[in-house]
């Protein structure tokens, strides 16, 4: 008898919570550590993020498909996705294009069927890569797939994004980043300024 209640008040309640802890993970929320400079100054290394995987439709593991979409990704959301050339890394990116639309860059500015549209997003650093690899400024024009987005880092002259590996699949996007929780700047010597307490909390636009 000791041991069931020791099982019932202490070994179940544990097992629930490890339980929820997992569907939340699985087809709700998800945290997200920004590795890279890529989507600088948008997000910065050490960046910690949640990511709402359920407003793309909850995606089913292990299959190309989703379940109950509320919407589709749009321009100029920032989305965590599964890298189509390794499926073992997930990626974060902005959505520049969706699919159906012909996409071009010429000399840094990004037209859409044939029109130039806003980029408040774009940053560029001068030490980028633009001299080396001049497609970062000017690409395309290419049609983006059914079914695909065009993506790419707010970091422009500093981002492996689609305008070298292609086209991100709808089935590949794990969700929509939509917060900043916690903040660490490892290069910080102070090791309270090693928190960048202003973004926490931020939202992602």
Do not use: C
Not at 5 to 15: D, G, T
Not at 116 to 129: A, L, V
Not at 131 to 156: A, W
């Amino acid at each position: 008898m000791e041991k069931k209640r020791i099982v019932k008040e202490y070994v179940q309640p544990i097992l629930m919570a490890i339980l929820i802890a997992l569907l939340v993970r699985t087809f709700f929320v998800q945290a997200f550590r920004i590795p890279s400079g890529s989507m600088e100054p948008t997000l910065l290394i050490g960046d910690y993020l949640l990511v709402n995987k359920f407003i793309y439709g909850i995606r089913i593991p292990f299959a190309d498909r989703e379940l109950f979409p509320y919407q589709k990704p749009q321009r100029g959301d920032v989305i965590v996705f599964v890298f189509p050339l390794d499926s073992s890394k997930d990626f974060i990116k902005r959505v520049i294009g969706i699919g159906g639309e012909k996409v071009q860059i010429i000399e840094n500015k990004i037209y859409i069927d044939d029109q130039r549209i806003d980029d408040p997003w774009g940053y560029f650093n001068k030490t980028g890569s633009t001299e080396s690899f001049p497609m970062m400024k000017n690409f395309g024009p290419v049609i983006i797939p059914k079914d695909s987005l065009f993506v790419l880092g707010d970091n422009r002259n500093n981002s492996d994004d689609s305008r070298f590996w292609g086209f991100v699949p709808l089935h590949a996007v794990v969700g929509k980043a939509f917060d900043i929780y916690f903040s660490w700047n490892s290069r910080a010597e102070n090791v309270w300024d090693k928190v960048r307490w202003s973004r926490i909390g931020e939202w992602i636009h």
